[in-house]
């Protein structure tokens, strides 16, 4: 009598990294920071909000990638689930687009290994065959099957495609960098980025009415420098290089130069000079007399690597941190010196 066999059962292998795309966890987390505002929130009236049953494969499969995104806390079967840190920085609207877009790149994309590995394999290049990216990730991770390649991969490129990492440059997809798509951000109000990290300089206040738009400073010089009391050495100085040189040199570039006393809208001053740092133009930053706000305002302008002249008496000495940006140093040990024509004025800030 042929012993009966018994079939062994099939166990299905825990995926180790998320394979749903990105958005959809996305999706989740905005959910719940809309229905929480970054509090946690009960499962049962999240799925409800979304109009999905808590308890279908679809719910839950959303909820297992999310989590495993780095998104949320709290498994499918937890009466309620919350938004990570990250998560928060993500989707909350509070942050500018530049951090939002750093945070969903982490999460969707650095924070995983698989897809970390694809991102800087194939960064600045145009992506082979999904079969051929599908080898290399199978000779590169040992544990990873046929199938799991696939639909790793497939489910990278479609990341990538709504992060905006992946565009058609020269007339073929390419994967650009992060440090390219945050340049491609248009300028914001809050923030300001270098090829590294993003700083929060301020938050403006929404209800200052003192904020006017990105188009009005197109074609704004902002002059910074030391200011002082009226009839000050501080005030005649900035007079005197404002008028003589300053606003001489910049008439042919068909800007208007505005320094902080000059900004005649009502509102926060404080708002309103960081704004002109921001977004105008250019800026002109006087070094003369090491005035502490002034070092303040041109350190919030090189954070943007936005056009800047330094212009500085020549009595002064230009601080070690800022001589490896060319300075103009200005004579003014003969007054009459100063009262050049605006060709000669013109002539001395385009050369710099």
Not at 120 to 148: A, C, M, R
Not at 162 to 184: D, F, P, S, V
Not at 266 to 289: C, H, M, R
Request: glycine content about 6%; proline content about 4%.
């Amino acid at each position: 009598m042929a012993k009966k066999v018994t079939p062994k059962k099939v166990v299905k292998r825990r995926m180790p990294y998320p394979v749903g795309p990105l958005e959809e966890a996305i999706v989740l987390a905005q959910e719940i920071y809309r229905l929480g505002a970054g509090e946690k929130v009960r499962r049962l009236n999240l799925f409800n909000s979304l109009g999905k049953s808590p308890d279908s494969s679809t719910s839950r499969l959303m909820i297992t990638n999310s989590n495993k995104y780095g998104f949320t806390k709290g498994g499918y079967q937890a009466d309620f689930l919350e938004l990570t840190e990250k998560g928060k920085v993500s989707v909350s609207g509070e942050n500018s687009p530049v951090l939002s877009l750093k945070a969903k790149f982490e999460l969707g994309v650095d924070d995983i290994p698989v897809y970390k590995y694809l991102y800087e394999k194939y960064s600045g290049n145009k992506l082979p065959v999904i079969s051929v990216i599908s080898d290399l990730l199978i000779e590169q991770f040992k544990d990873i099957t046929n199938n799991e390649a696939n639909e790793f991969v497939e489910t990278f490129i479609v990341n990538i495609k709504y992060l905006g990492l992946l565009q058609n440059i020269a007339g073929a997809e390419r994967l650009i960098t992060l440090e390219h798509a945050l340049e491609k951000i248009p300028h914001v109000d809050r923030s300001v980025r270098d090829s590294n990290r993003t700083i929060d300089l301020i938050q403006i206040d929404s209800a200052d009415k003192s904020v006017i738009t990105y188009g009005d400073f197109d074609n704004i010089c902002f002059y910074i420098t030391p200011i002082g009391a009226e009839d000050s050495e501080f005030r005649k100085h900035s007079d005197l290089f404002l008028e003589n040189i300053i606003i001489p040199a910049i008439q042919g570039f068909n800007l208007k130069v505005v320094r902080a006393d000059q900004i005649d809208k009502p509102g926060t001053i404080t708002n309103q000079i960081i704004e002109y740092i921001l977004k105008s133009k250019l800026v002109i930053a006087d070094l003369s007399f090491h005035n502490p706000n002034v070092f303040y305002e041109l350190a919030l302008r090189h954070t943007c690597r936005l056009p800047t002249v330094q212009i500085i008496r020549k009595a002064d000495f230009i601080p070690f941190d800022l001589s490896h940006s060319r300075t103009i140093q200005i004579d003014t040990t003969d007054i009459y010196t100063l009262c050049m024509s605006s060709n000669q004025s013109g002539q001395m800030l385009t050369n710099s």
